[in-house]
C-alpha cells in the first residue's frame, strides 16, 4: 500500500518560519505535491517536486529527496492567513491517470 | 488559470434519497476527473477516476453501485450517490486535469449531510 505521513499540527508565530515534514513510502513514484487547504474549502497548488532538490516560490519552498522518501515545504515570513492544512500528496509511477495518494495534512496555525 | 466548478456547494438530502454533484472544467478540457472524499480533519481519500467516455475506475473498498459516476463530456463529471445514508454526510471534492500537465485543478467542493 501507499503510506505518507505529516505531522498532525504545528504552531508558530507570524513573522517566523516553518518546514512541514512529510515522508512516504509508495510502490513507485512520479512527482510530490504539496497543497494548502483553507477549511471548508479544496485544495489550492503550492508546488510540484520531482527532481530532488529545492524548488523555491515566493514565500514558500520545497525540497524532495527521493532516495530518502523524504519532503518538506518551508514557509518564511509567516502570516495569519497561512494558518490552514497543508496536504503532502504523491503521485505513484506507472499511474497515466496521474492519481494522488494524500498526507492527512498538517495543521498549520499561525498566532499573533 | 484552470477552473474547476462544482454544483451544489452544499446539500441536504433525506436518508434513502439520491444526490447528484457536478464537476465542471470551465475553461479547458479535463481527460480525466478525479472524485474525493474528506471526512472532518481527515485528508482527502480518492474515491474514483473517469476518463472521459469510459468507465469510472473505483477504488478498493468504494462501491460503484453507491456511487454512480459519469464522465460525459470533457468539461463535465458526475457524481450520483444513491439511496444516501447518514454515514454518506461527506465533504465530496472533484479535481480535474489534462493530458498535458502533472497538476491536478481542484473544485470548490460539496458538503453533502444526509439527515
Known amino acids: 500500500g501507499q503510506n505518507i505521513d505529516q505531522p498532525t499540527e504545528m504552531t508558530a508565530t507570524e513573522g517566523a518560519i516553518v518546514q512541514i515534514n512529510c515522508t512516504y513510502q509508495?510502490?513507485?513514484?512520479?512527482?510530490l505535491f504539496w497543497y494548502q487547504q483553507h477549511a471548508g474549502e479544496a485544495p489550492t497548488f503550492l508546488s510540484y517536486?520531482?527532481?530532488?532538490g529545492l524548488e523555491e516560490k515566493g514565500r514558500f519552498s520545497s525540497f524532495l529527496s527521493r532516495s530518502k522518501g523524504y519532503s518538506y515545504l518551508l514557509l518564511k515570513e509567516l502570516q495569519m492567513k497561512d494558518s490552514a492544512s497543508y496536504l503532502c500528496a504523491v503521485r505513484t509511477e506507472g499511474s497515466t491517470l496521474g492519481r494522488l495518494y494524500f498526507g492527512r495534512g498538517t495543521q498549520l496555525t499561525v498566532w499573533p | 488559470g484552470a477552473v474547476v466548478s462544482q454544483h451544489p456547494s452544499w446539500v441536504i438530502c433525506k436518508s434513502g434519497t439520491s444526490v447528484k454533484i457536478e464537476c465542471r472544467s470551465l475553461?479547458?478540457?479535463?481527460?480525466?476527473m478525479f472524485w474525493y472524499r474528506q471526512f472532518p480533519k481527515q485528508s482527502l481519500m480518492l474515491m474514483a477516476t473517469?476518463?472521459?467516455?469510459?468507465?469510472?475506475?473505483?477504488e478498493q473498498g468504494v462501491e460503484k453501485d453507491k456511487f454512480l459516476i459519469n464522465h460525459a463530456s470533457l468539461t463535465l463529471s458526475t457524481l450520483t450517490v444513491t439511496s444516501a445514508h447518514p454515514e454518506d454526510s461527506s465533504f465530496y471534492i472533484c479535481?480535474?486535469?489534462?493530458?498535458?500537465?502533472?497538476?491536478?485543478?481542484f473544485g470548490p467542493g460539496t458538503r453533502l449531510t444526509v439527515t
Open positions: 473517469s476518463n472521459e467516455g469510459s468507465k469510472a475506475t473505483y
Open positions: 517536486n520531482v527532481l530532488d
Open positions: 509508495t510502490s513507485g513514484f512520479n512527482g
Open positions: 475553461d479547458f478540457q479535463a481527460t480525466t
Open positions: 479535481s480535474a486535469r489534462t493530458r498535458k500537465t502533472y497538476e491536478q485543478y
